[in-house]
């Protein structure tokens, strides 16, 4: 089991930044990809990156590709997600997933932490 805790959201203008932190806990291991989504009211919920453990790799789609970026403090167990340039169509509420690499999707989430961007 892992268990995956959010935080760091909030109120900010158009324009500013705010960094999320995902605190991971339990069996946890290199096998791992992590990953943040978003879901706004009334829309799908939206993979914006994801990191290995291991650190070794990123992806990004082209919504926040530029702006947004995912790291890894493996000593802390925590991961991040540096978000820049954030703009109103940003809000949603993020989440932290955990896919073991034997497994066909995210099965750990957490519970989520909202991000209101101000016009």
């Known amino acids: 089991q892992v268990q995956l805790a959010e935080s760091g959201g909030g109120l900010v203008q158009a324009g500013g930044s705010l960094r999320l932190s995902c605190a991971v806990s339990?069996?946890?291991?290199?096998?791992?990809?992590m990953g943040w989504f978003r879901q706004a009211p009334g829309k799908e919920r939206e993979a914006v990156g994801a990191i290995t453990w291991s650190g070794g790799g990123t992806i990004y789609p082209d919504s926040v590709k530029g702006r947004f970026t995912i790291s890894i403090d493996n000593a802390k167990n925590t991961v991040y997600l540096q978000m820049n340039s954030l703009k109103p169509e940003d809000t949603a509420v993020y989440f932290c997933?955990?896919?073991?690499?034997?497994?066909?999707?995210?099965?750990?989430w957490g519970q989520g932490t909202q991000v209101t961007v101000a016009s």
């Open positions: 997933a955990a896919r073991h690499y034997a497994d066909g999707e995210f099965r750990y």
């Open positions: 339990g069996r946890i291991d290199p096998h791992y990809a």
